[in-house]
């Protein structure tokens, strides 16, 4: 079945470091990708979306960009703030419904 | 009240208790899910209700037991509990179940904290 693996954390970065998060999925067909931010005490948000190869989304200065030939969509951001601190879901779609992956967290440091 | 609301946020059962979680959603969707969330385990998801008949029930023991008496409304109802369904139970909502190659965008509320005694 469908799948979705992403690094494990804790990520702890410094503010104003630059993150990558990890995320490579398996998948029959061809799945729109997502990644849902969860932040303390709150339910999942939905951060950003890929529908389809080479899609870049973007969203609060994160971008991630769906790799079809390496089956990867990878979060990154440029320069962390300490309100980013949360957890990161990688998830996937076949339209019908969503594999999340373990989750990411991301601890930022002032 | 806007987007999705759970009652109640926290909640501490025994294993002979009989208890309820509630769901409400305020978006007009007509679809709504009830997930799992363990530590360190993906989110797991227990039952989809699509026009509040259920369409999908992920191999979940008989001690939860959904209902669904309108699109507006999920619960999900407890009974003889083990301590290792203690975690975070998320409901959701979506506009539809079925999207075609689309997607159906998913909208959480902020859950209910189990923990089974």
């Known amino acids: 079945g469908d799948s979705v693996t992403q690094m494990e954390g804790p990520v702890t970065l410094s503010e104003e470091a630059f993150l990558t998060i990890n995320c490579t999925y398996t998948a029959t067909g061809y799945p729109s990708l997502f990644w849902y931010v969860q932040y303390p005490g709150e339910g999942l948000q939905l951060l950003l979306k890929a529908t389809k190869a080479d899609d870049k989304g973007s969203n609060k200065g994160f971008e991630a960009t769906y790799r079809k030939e390496t089956t990867s969509f990878h979060l990154e951001k440029g320069s962390v703030q300490v309100s980013d601190s949360a957890v990161y879901f990688c998830a996937l779609s076949d339209g019908n419904k969503l594999v999340f992956g373990a989750g990411t967290i991301l601890r930022v440091k002032s | 009240e806007t987007g999705v609301t759970q009652t109640p946020r926290h909640l501490v059962m025994g294993m002979t208790n009989k208890k309820s979680l509630k769901c409400e959603q305020h978006l007009g969707h007509n679809a709504m899910y009830w997930y799992k969330q363990s530590a360190k385990k993906p989110l797991e998801l227990m039952f989809v209700?699509?026009?509040?008949?259920?369409?999908e029930n992920n191999s979940v023991p008989s001690r939860f037991s959904p209902e669904c008496p309108n699109s507006s409304h999920l619960f999900l109802h407890l009974h003889t509990l083990q301590p290792e369904d203690s975690a975070l139970y998320l409901c959701?909502?979506?506009?539809?179940?079925?999207?075609?190659?689309?997607?159906?965008?998913?909208?959480f509320g902020p859950g209910t904290r189990l923990t089974v005694l």
């Open positions: 209700y699509s026009l509040e008949e259920r369409v």
């Open positions: 959701a909502s979506s506009p539809s179940r079925f999207s075609g190659r689309g997607y159906n965008e998913q909208f």
